[in-house]
């Protein structure tokens, strides 16, 4: 049993940067379907469970230190790169199908809480509302989400299992449409997006050099230490705690920085991704067995989400004449992120993946504060059992 917290932290690190390295170095048919990141949660959250490390202040001091400190850095680093001048020079039918495409998971979000309350927990609505952030977003959204509202580690874990395994199943039957374009874009009216729109080049992938990863990760403290201490001032009522406040500042700092010559330096999506699988695995390393019974309705709640999502984007296509490709890369913008929407651009037309991109992007700025107003409504239409 783990009771060092220099141990603790190693552990922390190693599972953190195993599953990515193996990944990068030997690409495989697993890490498409479960993403390293997952891998690394899943084995942290087995570590924790088999009891591997006890509750020790050591131990106790360094989670906290991580999940305190690191997400607000994470949040900043994750939204320099979103340069929101891009997207908009994008035109309306892009913008037009995102917000289609977070409208549509919003009402899915409530729907499904409405439908599903009588067979979830009372805490069901954080699920609910972390899955929200993070399907509009990503991964990083549904810890920030998670961490403001005070979820526990067993709460976390049902939000990941839902969204592993619907996610899993959306992106199948998102590249299995892709054939269907043609057909889909008569019946609805629409334009291929190929033809009419020409994204913004992607930015080139540079070296990173320790340098880099040092100066980044000192930004990015000192930027969330500044969030800290202005949170501190201002005033805490509802979902609205100091670290809500704290992250809704980053995330206006991000998105003000992505504006500026520091969105040009290379090293912040690198940075952000390493801290990203450390304060997931931190997250994980307190979970236990209690409440792992429960996923199963919070799973058909999230494929209930999903649903409606995609019934209402089938009808805004129709509506609004918006093809099958947008409103694919669209929809896997929200769902997937800025890690798997460029992909499936790329298998509409390869013109496309900038658009991914960006959407990502964008999605990862809305995603908190998103997921922070469904934490604030659920509630209020009234509780699990």
Do not use: K
Request: charged fraction near 10%.
């Amino acid at each position: 049993m783990v009771e060092s917290p220099v141990v603790y932290a190693a552990v922390v690190l190693l599972l953190a940067g195993v599953f990515p390295a193996v990944a990068a170095r030997y690409p495989a048919r697993l890490f498409e379907v479960l993403p390293p990141i997952v891998l690394a949660y899943a084995a942290s959250t087995a570590l924790a469970m088999a009891g591997c490390w006890r509750a020790a202040p050591g131990i106790d001091g360094v989670r906290t230190a991580i999940l305190a400190h690191l997400l607000p850095a994470l949040v900043f680093l994750m939204l320099v790169r979103c340069d929101l001048r891009a997207v908009a020079a994008l035109g309306p039918r892009v913008l037009g199908a995102a917000a289609c495409s977070t409208l549509s998971i919003i009402a899915g979000v409530i729907v499904a809480w409405l439908l599903w309350r009588p067979w979830l927990t009372t805490d069901g609505w954080q699920v609910l509302a972390s899955l929200g952030a993070t399907w509009i977003g990503g991964t990083a959204n549904l810890v920030a989400v998670s961490r403001a509202i005070d979820s526990p580690a067993d709460t976390v874990s049902l939000a990941l299992v839902a969204d592993t395994v619907c996610y899993t199943g959306w992106v199948l039957l998102l590249f299995a449409s892709v054939p269907l374009a043609g057909r889909f874009n008569r019946w609805a009216g629409a334009v291929d997006s190929a033809s009419v729109v020409a994204g913004p080049a992607v930015p080139r992938a540079e070296r990173l050099v320790p340098a880099d990863a040092a100066v980044w990760l000192g930004g990015g403290l000192l930027v969330g230490a500044a969030a800290e201490a202005i949170a501190g001032m201002l005033p805490a009522f509802g979902v609205l705690t100091p670290t809500s406040w704290t992250l809704l500042i980053v995330t206006a700092a991000g998105a003000l920085a992505a504006s500026t010559p520091l969105a040009r330096l290379p090293g912040s999506d690198s940075v952000a991704s390493v801290l990203l699988a450390v304060v997931v695995v931190t997250m994980a390393s307190s979970a236990t067995l209690d409440g792992l019974t429960r996923a199963p309705a919070f799973v058909a709640a999230g494929a209930t989400i999903l649903a409606i999502h995609a019934a209402l984007m089938v009808a805004a296509a129709r509506l609004f004449r918006l093809d099958l490709a947008l409103c694919g890369v669209a929809s896997l913008a929200n769902v997937g992120g800025v890690g798997s929407a460029p992909v499936l651009a790329a298998a509409h037309a390869p013109s496309l993946a900038p658009v991914g991109v960006l959407l990502g992007l964008l999605g990862y700025v809305v995603g908190t504060p998103v997921g922070l107003a469904l934490a604030a409504l659920l509630p209020r239409l009234g509780g699990g059992r």
